[in-house]
């Protein structure tokens, strides 16, 4: 079976739990950030064990439903809980969510995920709002699963990150007090943490924060023509820079101060997309 018949399956099946609620938004959270969603109207929680071809969320904070509802009139899908590489999964499988929820009616994606800073300006329990971001993963969803329905082949990635989107995050973190700068994502593989070394050469290259998701995501939903806004989250300073050593643990506990602050920022930047 081919992604584009899987996808028409999970949307056929959705449609038919949804009654045809049609979202235009799509947001994804990221580890531990399973608080920060704003209280939807009319909700529908489906749990992605329930959906046909849907990969299964197998990470400590990353609860695994699709969530449908509306918020001040924004109609709304949200991916409670994402797909890593590292899990085990093909990269081209990570495709499938993204295109499903764009084939539902999406045009715009809020990705958020947390991260280590590289960047001292950015420290922890800051917002990184994504102007770009370098693939270090060696490998890319849309490899081999390719269908003219889902996009062009070669994409334009010059605006990966919506210029737009991101000057009103910005705007709206300051407006909210909360501390936040624009930055390149630098994805890595994992699971493992990286090493001081890489970090110094990561930082060479450019990078502000690193993190083992997301970029895959915004390949698949840029091919697919969606807005995209990263949203990431400073939850350690990265290692060499940090004096402690990292943990997943630390990264859940990190994130949970963090919900509050991401809910607010939500709450106001929903409205604009």
Known sequence: MTQLEQVKEAVKFLNKKTKNFK???????GSGMAGSIPELK???VIPYSTIPHFLKSTIQGHPGNL???????????IMHGRFHYYEGY??????????TAAFLGVKTMLVSAAVGSLNTKLP??????LKDHINFMANNPLIGNYDPAFGER??????????????????LAKKLKIKAGEGVYFSVTGPNFE??????????LGADVVGMSTVPEVICARQLGLKVCGLTWIVNMACGISKTPLSHEETIRES???EGSFKRVLEHLIPLC
């Open 256 to 258: 949970k101060k963090i």
């Open 154 to 171: 070669f994409i334009d990635l010059t605006c990966a990150y919506d210029k737009d989107l991101r000057t009103k995050t910005l705007k």
């Open 195 to 204: 090493t001081p070394a890489e970090i110094k050469a990561f930082k060479i």
């Open 124 to 129: 922890v329990g800051s917002l990184c709002v």
């Open 90 to 99: 093909d990269m081209k499988d990570l495709a499938l969510s993204i295109r």
């Open 67 to 77: 969530i449908f509802g509306t918020y001040k009139g924004k109609k709304m899908v």
């Open 42 to 44: 009319n909700k529908i």
């Open 23 to 29: 979202p235009e938004i799509l947001l994804i959270t």
